[in-house]
């Protein structure tokens, strides 16, 4: 056996592993769901082949696209607000400074808790009553008396993205601290010596070169966003009146609550698609930009 055909057989037996992993854990689950898809499958069992009428009802189904869309509103109102704070801090962490492990560790530590876990303790922290937000408010003169957080659906989406941003901002931070670091000392010294100020470095050096760790945190983020469920399902239960209704959320009613498995399973594939496209489309967009 030559060295070459060696290496190829060495290298199939490394990745057998996680090519199996693949197969089992991604690409049977997936074709299963596309099979379910084009059944009349309940979550008790039965059904037939239908073709494409769970795709048909679908494109008809107006809570579906209410949802979709509360979804889309949901992903572009907090996208911007991570993309700040995320290069913001991560601008802060990444500066060499004592403190610079502690706020790191601080700042990322909300990360390692679970959607559930941080989205009850803000329900209960959100709460008319007894909760220690409306407190805070109060006594700093903000509001006049405790505030119901989830009886409108503004006020609502407003209490679910302050607990999501407390959630996850530490990872984007961390993806971007990374970016930051890996660009050299030199390049910014010679901007300094050419008098640069801070901002104009930042702008004109640390996004530029940045960029693929910005991007990466930005896709991270609406892929997260659109895909939003735990915190909706545990904090609005998509109220008041089904206005927090999300796209996972309306899957989750259909499969789990109406027991309706193959029309969710079409739900799904027709979400996969949207979530699918619109990562492709911001990843030709950032490279597009940086050749540009």
Not at 196 to 219: D, K, Q
Request: glycine share 6%; proline share 3%; with cysteine.
């Amino acid at each position: 056996m030559s060295r070459r055909s060696r290496n190829r057989w060495v290298g199939l037996v490394y990745t057998t592993p996680a090519l199996a992993f693949v197969s089992v854990f991604v690409l049977w689950p997936l074709c299963h769901v596309l099979w379910l898809s084009l059944t009349s499958r309940s979550l008790l069992g039965g059904g037939e082949f239908i073709g494409f009428d769970n795709y048909t009802r679908a494109f008809a189904d107006k809570s579906f696209w209410q949802a979709l869309e509360f979804t889309l509103t949901y992903t572009a109102y907090i996208t911007p607000i991570l993309l700040v704070l995320n290069l913001a801090l991560a601008l802060l962490t990444a500066a060499d400074t004592p403190l610079r492990r502690l706020t790191r560790t601080v700042i990322f530590l909300p990360v390692v808790i679970g959607l559930a876990s941080s989205s009850l303790l803000w329900y209960w922290l959100f709460d008319q009553q007894v909760g220690l937000f409306n407190k805070l408010l109060v006594d700093l003169g903000i509001l006049t008396e405790p505030m119901i957080w989830f009886r409108k659906a503004a006020s609502a989406q407003v209490a679910v993205t302050i607990s999501v941003v407390w959630k996850v901002v530490g990872f984007g931070m961390i993806l971007m601290v990374a970016g930051i670091q890996a660009i050299s000392n030199d390049i910014i010294e010679a901007s300094r010596i050419d008098g640069a100020s801070s901002f104009l470095r930042v702008r004109r050096i640390v996004i530029p070169l940045a960029m693929r760790s910005i991007v990466m945190a930005t896709v991270i983020s609406v892929i997260g966003s659109m895909l939003a469920f735990d915190q909706f399902y545990l904090m609005t239960k998509g109220g008041p009146r089904g206005q927090t209704f999300t796209s996972v959320y309306w899957v989750f009613q259909n499969g789990f609550a109406r027991f309706e498995l193959g029309y969710s399973s079409a739900l799904s594939v027709i979400l996969m698609v949207i979530i699918t496209s619109a990562t492709a489309l911001q990843l030709w967009l950032s490279r597009k930009g940086s050749k540009a």
